[in-house]
């Protein structure tokens, strides 16, 4: 008689993680709530400002020439926001990157590969429908094919806290991640499809103070009067070489290691100084660069009801609604389907496909990213850069109706997870769920 070997166990295809990185990524969402709840408030802010009798105002305000010419940095505010204080959030998302690969769940090639395919896909299918609804709109429109490839996380925790959903834990990581490496494809976009004229010289001479910044953080400097001025040395080489400056961010937060070498921290290694960083510049970020770069782009003259249809139905507005609201929905649900099949991977126990349809619809939230690649596209203040803002907000705020319909009804799902995921017998600190993991 001869025994048969038990059946191969499935692979689960979103699972919670381990504690330390839930734990982890608990901070990081609570962080981004509040910075959520900010950029909504700007948000309303510029658009009441920019279509009230006041209107004037708003635009002198955002024409403002700050900076030194000499320099070629006497830009407008509103410049300044897409190009400066989006270089802090680039910075953030570049820490985050790197503290998932190198020390998050992520470094296992098995978990990251969901993430990355998703942000792919969720990026592939908008670009490809606003390509196919513009095709034969001439004149350059095809110029914003990436500008509803973007999610915006900070934007989608804030419809979680409105609408008050218990969202498990595995789905809200697998947002972040895929929001993070969103974040990171786009930027790479960014550099690549909407740098004009290159400035070689500059580019070069931007990796001198890039290299003594990543020197100075390997060896654990922190004098804010050393590392403050060799990033801005590299954001002003980086802006001048015609790379869009917030790429220097991105580089910049690569630079900053992430775990502690031995020789640098003693017998055992411990966090590097991504966590040093990233605790303290992710609520600069979120509170204050994120909203008001928010406040400056956001603020469009809509001109009535007519008006706006009549932006709505420009073909660029349209490409733009329908990849946020139908490709990123296509996109990432159909990518983290098509995973499932190949790898035959399962979701978690609780998980139905819904709630993956409902993360799919709600990373159709694009605005910071998708703002900043509008005015790339288009130029700042144009007719088209008018309809992007118009659809970039309408597209926006259909799939966060959407999702939080479909979010909001598996509800009474996710608070059954949330006690169990929160549940803690012993009182350790440590939710069973996650001791009871290890143990087997």
């Given at each position: 008689m ?6 191969p166990t499935?692979?689960?295809?979103l ?8 734990s982890?990524i608990?901070?990081?969402l ?5 910075g959520?709840?900010?950029?909504l408030?700007?948000t309303?802010?510029a658009l009441?400002w ?8 708003y635009?002198t ?5 700050v900076g030194p010419?000499a ?6 505010l ?5 190009d400066g ?8 998302v570049g ?7 190198v020390?998050g769940?992520l470094?296992?090639p ?14 592939a299918?908008?670009a490809?429908?606003?390509v196919?609804?513009?095709l034969?709109?001439?004149d350059?429109a095809?110029?914003?094919w990436?500008i ?5 996380i900070a934007f989608?925790v804030?419809v979680?806290a409105?609408?008050?959903t218990h969202?498990p834990l ?6 972040l991640t ?6 990171l ?9 909407y740098?004009a004229d ?7 001479a ?7 910044f990543?020197v100075a953080v390997?060896r ?5 009067w050393?590392l403050?001025?060799?990033a801005?040395v ?9 790379v869009h ?17 031995r020789?640098?921290g003693g ?7 991504a966590e040093?960083?990233?605790h303290?510049i992710?609520p600069?970020?979120a509170g204050v660069a ?6 400056c ?5 809509v001109g009535?009801?007519s008006?706006f ?9 349209i490409?733009?609604?329908?990849g ?5 929905t296509?996109g990432v649900?159909g ?5 499932s099949?190949f790898t035959?991977?399962t979701?978690?126990?609780g ?10 619809v709600l990373?159709g ?8 690649i509008?005015?790339?596209?288009f130029g700042?203040?144009?007719?088209r850069?008018?309809?992007?803002k118009v ?10 109706c959407?999702a939080a ?6 509800n009474?799902a996710y608070?059954?997870?949330h006690e169990e ?15 009871r993991?290890e143990?087997?």
């Amino acid at each position: 008689m001869t025994s048969s070997s038990p059946p191969p166990t499935r692979r689960s295809l979103l699972s919670r993680g381990s504690w330390s990185e839930a734990s982890r990524i608990s901070d990081v969402l609570r962080k981004e709530t509040v910075g959520g709840a900010l950029l909504l408030v700007a948000t309303v802010i510029a658009l009441v400002w920019a279509n009230s009798p006041w209107s004037a105002a708003y635009d002198t305000l955002m024409a403002t020439r700050v900076g030194p010419s000499a320099l070629h940095l006497d830009l407008t505010l509103s410049t300044w926001a897409a190009d400066g204080l989006l270089a802090i959030f680039f910075f953030v998302v570049g820490l985050e990157l790197k503290r998932e690969f190198v020390a998050g769940d992520l470094r296992d090639p098995a978990r990251a590969a969901l993430p990355i395919a998703a942000a792919i896909g969720g990026m592939a299918v908008p670009a490809l429908i606003f390509v196919v609804v513009n095709l034969r709109t001439g004149d350059g429109a095809l110029l914003g094919w990436a500008i509803p490839t973007a999610t915006d996380i900070a934007f989608a925790v804030a419809v979680l806290a409105v609408v008050s959903t218990h969202l498990p834990l595995a789905l809200r990581t697998f947002l972040l991640t895929l929001a993070v490496v969103d974040d990171l494809l786009a930027v790479t976009v960014i550099a690549i499809f909407y740098t004009a004229d290159l400035n070689f010289v500059a580019l070069g001479a931007a990796m001198i103070p890039l290299a003594l910044f990543a020197v100075a953080v390997q060896r654990r400097i922190r004098s804010w009067w050393i590392l403050i001025p060799l990033a801005v040395v590299t954001w002003v080489l980086m802006h001048e070489s015609g790379v869009h400056a917030t790429v220097a961010g991105v580089l910049l937060g690569f630079a900053v290691p992430v775990i502690r070498s031995r020789a640098a921290g003693g017998p055992e290694a411990g966090p590097g100084m991504a966590e040093h960083f990233e605790h303290r510049i992710r609520p600069l970020s979120a509170g204050v660069a994120v909203p008001l770069f928010a406040f400056c782009a956001a603020g469009v003259t809509v001109g009535g009801v007519s008006g706006f249809f009549e932006a709505l139905g420009d073909p660029i507005a349209i490409g733009i609604v329908a990849g946020l609201v139908v490709g990123k929905t296509i996109g990432v649900l159909g990518t983290t389907y098509l995973v499932s099949r190949f790898t035959r991977a399962t979701l978690d126990a609780g998980l139905a496909w819904r709630d993956v349809f409902g993360v799919a619809v709600l990373a159709g939230i694009g605005f910071t990213v998708s703002l900043l690649i509008g005015d790339l596209a288009f130029g700042e203040s144009t007719e088209r850069d008018d309809h992007v803002k118009v659809g970039v907000l309408t597209g926006s705020v259909i799939s966060a109706c959407i999702a939080a319909a479909i979010l909001r009804s598996r509800n009474r799902a996710y608070k059954l997870i949330h006690e169990e995921e929160t549940r803690d017998d012993d009182h350790d600190g440590i939710p069973d769920v996650y001791q009871r993991r290890e143990e087997s």
